[in-house]
C-alpha cells in the first residue's frame, strides 16, 4: 500500500450480495474498484449487525486491492487483533467508541495494520487533532453509522478543516455515506481522496450481470473530474 491522493473509490460490499461476497469483491474489483470497504457493525455501538472477523478472514482471499475495515464496534480493542489477523490492511475505530483512541490507534499500528479514526457527523474535526502523526487515515462518516443507502449530510467545512490539519502528513481522507455522482464532487474539492460508495456502485448490478458496477464507479469518478 504505498501513499498518494489520487481519487480512489470504495465500494461498501455492505450494499453486495451477503450470499456472495467472494463473487461480488472480484466483479466488483474488475470493474474498477480502487479498494473494498468492509463495514463492521455490532448492533451496539450502530443499531444493526453485519459481520465479524471470521467473514473478514473469509473473503481476504478474495481482495486483490486494499481491505479497508470499518469497525462500528464497541468495545474495540479487546477484537483488534482478530481483524489484523484476518488481513485488514486498514482497521478504522471511531474516536466515540472508545475511552482511550491514542490507545487503541497504537495498537492497530503494533498489530501490524494501517490505523484509521472515523467521525461522526455530530464530532468535530479537532478531536482527531492530537492523533494525525498516529493515523494512516480519518474518515469523515457523511451518514449516521448504521445503514447504507442513507442521505449524504454535508461536511465539507470539516472535510477542509481536516485537509488543512493534516497538511503534508500521508494520511488519507475517506468520506463514507451517500456519496454518488452528486454529492462525490463536493468532498473530492474539499480535500477527500478514499470516497466509500455502498448503493452507489451496486445499484443495477449483479454477479452475473456486472458492467454497472463499473459505469456507476466510472460515473462516480467523472463527475469529480468535472
Ligand atoms: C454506514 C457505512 C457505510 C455505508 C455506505 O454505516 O459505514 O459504509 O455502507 O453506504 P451508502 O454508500 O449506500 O451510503
Ligand atoms: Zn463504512
Not at 463492521?40 to 443499531?47: A, E, K, N, R, S
Not at 502523526?133 to 448504521?146: K, S
Request: glycine share 8%; charged share 20%.
Amino acid at each position: 500500500m504505498t501513499f498518494d491522493r489520487s481519487l480512489k473509490i470504495a465500494p461498501s460490499i455492505l450494499a453486495a450480495d451477503f450470499a456472495n461476497f467472494g463473487a461480488e469483491i472480484r466483479a466488483v474489483e474488475d470493474q474498477g474498484a480502487d479498494w473494498i470497504h468492509v463495514d463492521v457493525m455490532d448492533g451496539h455501538f450502530v443499531p444493526n449487525i453485519s459481520f465479524g472477523a471470521t467473514t473478514c478472514a473469509a473473503i481476504r482471499p478474495h481482495i486483490k486491492t486494499v481491505m479497508d475495515v470499518h469497525l462500528m464496534i464497541a468495545p474495540v480493542d479487546p477484537f483488534i487483533s482478530a481483524f489484523a489477523d484476518a488481513g485488514a490492511d486498514v482497521i478504522t475505530a471511531h474516536v466515540e467508541a472508545v475511552p482511550h483512541i491514542h490507545r487503541t490507534l497504537q495498537a492497530i499500528r503494533a498489530a501490524g495494520a494501517r490505523a484509521g479514526v472515523a467521525l461522526n457527523p455530530g464530532t468535530p474535526a479537532s478531536t482527531v487533532e492530537e492523533l494525525l502523526d498516529l493515523v494512516d487515515l480519518v474518515c469523515v462518516m457523511t451518514v449516521n453509522p448504521g445503514f447504507g443507502g442513507q442521505k449524504f449530510i454535508d461536511m465539507t467545512r470539516k472535510i477542509k478543516a481536516l485537509r488543512n490539519m493534516i497538511g503534508d502528513r500521508p494520511v488519507h481522507i475517506e468520506i463514507d455515506g451517500g456519496v454518488d455522482p452528486s454529492t462525490a464532487p463536493l468532498v473530492r474539492a474539499a480535500g477527500a481522496d478514499v470516497l466509500v460508495a455502498g448503493s452507489a456502485v451496486f445499484r443495477g448490478g449483479s454477479v452475473v450481470d456486472p458492467a454497472p458496477y463499473g459505469i456507476n464507479i466510472q460515473a462516480i469518478k467523472q463527475a469529480c473530474a468535472e
